[in-house]
């Protein structure tokens, strides 16, 4: 499953990059005067979260009993905005940087995330509007990304999360998804100043791929918070952002 993914990405990747080149050398035969775009954007990122069910076995033997650890996985959507720098070869091809924070510091979502992206937009940019699709690679930095024993603790299993602390963790990441734009304005005294108005649409499938860690869990027999590991493994993310900007 893991390799039909890689392919898939991979073929997906290939494509886009030709369409890259492609659109770079219609840039080259473009003329716009307005290159540069600056925004802004509010963004959601929909995260996995985790919870433990401990299950005892039976057993004649002295205690402690065997039993088996169940996790069950969730999603939480994180809320954060951020800002965009871009440059327009053409209608067609530009290439953007973007960065967002997501400030809410919840333990079972790794804490807050500084994002950061840059990559390409290829597509068609219309009077009113265009579509697109992107490619941007990049990073996401979750604040409490693995959780680090400290001395001293009893040996309980799942152990406590008091026994742990966060450490920050950057994990790289992969945008993929679409982008429509539409632009209000055209002949108004913001062209002349910051350039047209653009009203943004952006979805996509941030991936991000995670090293083994400790990741904080529910335990529901006795609802306390503990640590459970956690393989590596590479996650897809869906994330939408509306935004404004302005060309010049």
């Given at each position: ?33 307005r ?7 509010f ?10 069910t401990?299950?005892?076995l ?8 065997p ?52 990559g ?72 002349f ?31 306390g ?24």
């Amino acid at each position: 499953m893991f390799k039909q993914t890689m392919f898939k990405q991979t073929v997906l990747l290939a494509t886009f990059l030709v369409l890259s080149v492609a659109g770079f050398q219609e840039a080259r035969a473009q003329s716009d005067k307005r290159k540069f775009e600056v925004g802004g954007q509010f963004s959601l990122i929909r995260l996995p979260t985790q919870t433990t069910t401990i299950s005892t076995l039976p057993c004649l033997g002295p205690l402690p009993c065997p039993f088996i650890l169940i996790s069950a996985e969730g999603h939480e959507t994180e809320p954060g905005f951020g800002g965009r720098l871009g440059y327009n070869f053409s209608r067609y091809f530009a290439l953007e940087a973007e960065g967002n924070f997501f400030p809410r510091d919840r333990t079972f979502e790794g804490g807050s995330k500084t994002q950061g992206l840059f990559g390409a937009k290829i597509g068609k940019r219309f009077d009113k509007a265009g579509l697109f699709a992107k490619a941007r690679p990049g990073f996401v930095r979750f604040s409490k990304g693995d959780y680090q024993q400290v001395g001293g603790c009893i040996a309980v299993f799942p152990p406590p999360a008091a026994c742990f602390q966060p450490v920050a963790r950057t994990n790289f990441a992969f945008d993929l998804g679409g982008v429509a734009e539409w632009y209000p304005s055209k002949n108004t005294i913001v062209r002349f100043d910051a350039g047209d108005t653009i009203i943004r649409f952006d979805a996509g499938d941030t991936i991000i791929r995670f090293g083994a860690r400790n990741v904080t869990a529910t335990d529901i027999p006795s609802g306390g918070l503990v640590v459970v590991p956690a393989a590596a493994e590479t996650r897809h993310n869906f994330q939408g952002s509306v935004g404004f900007g302005y060309r010049f």
